[in-house]
């Protein structure tokens, strides 16, 4: 049973991390025009941080990935606190 728990344990952190990421991404590439500049004008995944949709997707995706294991890690601790009840 400790298993489990320091599954949804992982989980639940690793959920946080990634639901608070898109906030810490832009305050990181907005916060500063020169250091705004400087990252659009790197290669590839990087040139399109300037622009309105790939920073939609980029964000959103992971928004979702975070909740994804925040439910995830609920659910389980729902799942053995009715299995302890049993």
């Known amino acids: 049973m400790k298993k489990n728990e320091h599954l949804t344990n992982i989980l639940l952190g690793v959920g946080v991390i990634f ?6 991404l832009y305050w990181f ?3 500063n025009p020169d250091r705004y500049l400087d990252i659009i004008n790197k ?3 990087f040139s399109h941080f300037g622009g309105g949709p790939f ?3 980029m964000y959103s995706g992971l928004l979702v ?3 994804s294991f925040l439910v995830i890690s609920m659910v ?3 799942r053995k606190k009715d299995i302890e009840k049993v």
Do not use: C, M, N
């Open 19 to 24: 639901a608070v990421s898109p906030l810490a």
């Open 43 to 45: 290669p590839y995944p």
């Open 29 to 31: 590439i907005h916060a």
């Open 76 to 78: 389980l601790k729902r």
């Open 55 to 57: 920073q939609f997707f």
């Open 65 to 67: 990935i975070g909740i």
